[in-house]
Nanobody
Framework: QVQLAESGGGLVQAGGSLRLSCAAS?????MAWYRQAPGKQRELVAA???????NYAHSVKGRFTISRDNAKNTVYLQMNSLKPEDTAVYYC?????????WGQGTQVTVSS
């Protein structure tokens, strides 16, 4: 079993920045951030493998950066140049041995 604790969400004006953190209760191979806006499906935002390789949704490339600190079992999502359409609940997901674990979600609201 893996527990994930997210933090860092909040309200920010368009053009601003936020950094999300997700601390896992144990070491994890693959970690990712997803988001879900009201009335929309949950979508992948960014993912990072244990070796550090990353991939991003097209909509956030160049603005968001995912990184991880393996010593702390923590993944971060640095979000810059935020837009109102980035407003959503952001979820951390960890995958270990084929099993997905989800955090409780953190709200990010970007005002115009």
């Amino acid at each position: 079993q893996v527990q994930l604790a997210e933090s860092g969400g909040g309200l920010v004006q368009a053009g601003g920045s936020l950094r999300l953190s997700c601390a896992a209760s144990r070491s994890i191979n693959a970690m990712a951030w997803y988001r879900q806006a009201p009335g929309k499906q949950r979508e992948l935002v960014a993912a990072v493998a244990s070796g550090g390789s990353t991939n991003y949704a097209h909509s956030v490339k160049g603005r968001f950066t995912i990184s991880r600190d393996n010593a702390k079992n923590t993944v971060y999502l640095q979000m810059n140049s935020l837009k109102p359409e980035d407003t959503a609940v952001y979820y951390c997901k960890a995958n270990q041995w084929g099993i997905d674990y989800w955090g409780q979600g953190t709200q990010v609201t970007v005002s115009s």
